[in-house]
């Protein structure tokens, strides 16, 4: 009931390519699903994240797709540069409770130039 | 305004001693979140604490394992009897008030030789 699950593990992707990662979670109850970048020895940081009640939010290069009667989200890098290389999480989360966010196992996404 | 502080970077114990991990969160910010990522895997939550309170601690060990965040001074996450499973790095993240965004220190990389 609390799981995130991510895929791919792992993605490597051509310079000015798409990046897509896809994430599926269980609990229905979960309101907000943010998506993290974590660079190698540094901590996640927030890229976007998204209520249900949208079903695709974008920020720049970034977009999120929600597709809340599939339990699914999905990250999409438009344009991919080498320093995207990074590993990614998604996480989701019920606000009304701690704010505890329940990860996924995370995507290493490499860009080759 | 400083981020997320958590020292020490990296730490060596052996089987046996106790590690100390300390987490100073962003200036303003009462709700300290603590997070375990085993190698090659996702962030898991261990514990919630707002100033000298543990509000949820479903994620911890329940032998070896305790975190305090007192009124004045850092968070600390505490390990005693260390063991080689407990060899991860160990993320510490604050935010303002409850579900406003975390952010995320640089994390501490516990080796247990």
């Known amino acids: 009931q609390q799981q995130v699950k991510q895929s791919p593990q792992s993605l490597i992707v051509q310079k000015g390519g798409i990046s897509i990662i896809n994430c599926a979670y269980e609990?229905?109850?979960?309101?907000?699903f943010p998506w993290y970048q974590q660079f190698p020895g540094k901590g996640p940081a927030l890229l976007i994240a998204?209520?249900?009640?949208?079903s695709e939010k974008k920020e720049g290069r970034f977009t999120i797709s929600f597709n809340k009667s599939a339990k699914q989200f999905s990250l999409h890098i438009m344009d991919s540069q080498p320093g995207d290389s990074a590993t990614y999480f998604c996480?989701?989360?019920?606000?009304?409770?701690?704010?505890?966010?329940?990860f996924g196992q995370g995507t290493t996404l490499q860009v080759k130039p | 305004n400083a981020g997320v502080m958590q020292n020490p970077r990296h730490l060596v114990r052996r089987r046996g001693q106790e590690a100390r991990l300390r987490c100073s969160p962003m200036?303003?910010?009462?709700?300290v979140y603590w997070y375990r990522q085993l190698p090659e895997e996702g962030l898991k939550f261990m514990v919630y604490?707002?100033?000298?309170?543990?509000?949820?601690e479903s994620g911890m060990p329940k032998e070896r394992f305790s975190a305090e965040f007192p009124k004045e001074g850092p968070s600390i996450l505490r390990i005693q009897q260390v063991v080689r499973g407990d060899s991860a790095a160990y993320f510490c993240?604050?935010?303002?008030?409850?579900?406003?965004?975390?952010?995320f220190g640089q994390g501490t990389r516990l080796t247990v030789v």
């Open positions: 993240a604050s935010s303002p008030v409850l579900n406003a965004e975390a952010f």
């Open positions: 609990n229905t109850a979960f309101d907000y």
């Open positions: 998204i209520r249900p009640d949208v």
């Open positions: 996480a989701a989360t019920l606000t009304s409770n701690t704010g505890k966010l329940i």
């Open positions: 200036k303003g910010h009462s709700h």
């Open positions: 604490l707002q100033k000298e309170n543990i509000i949820d």
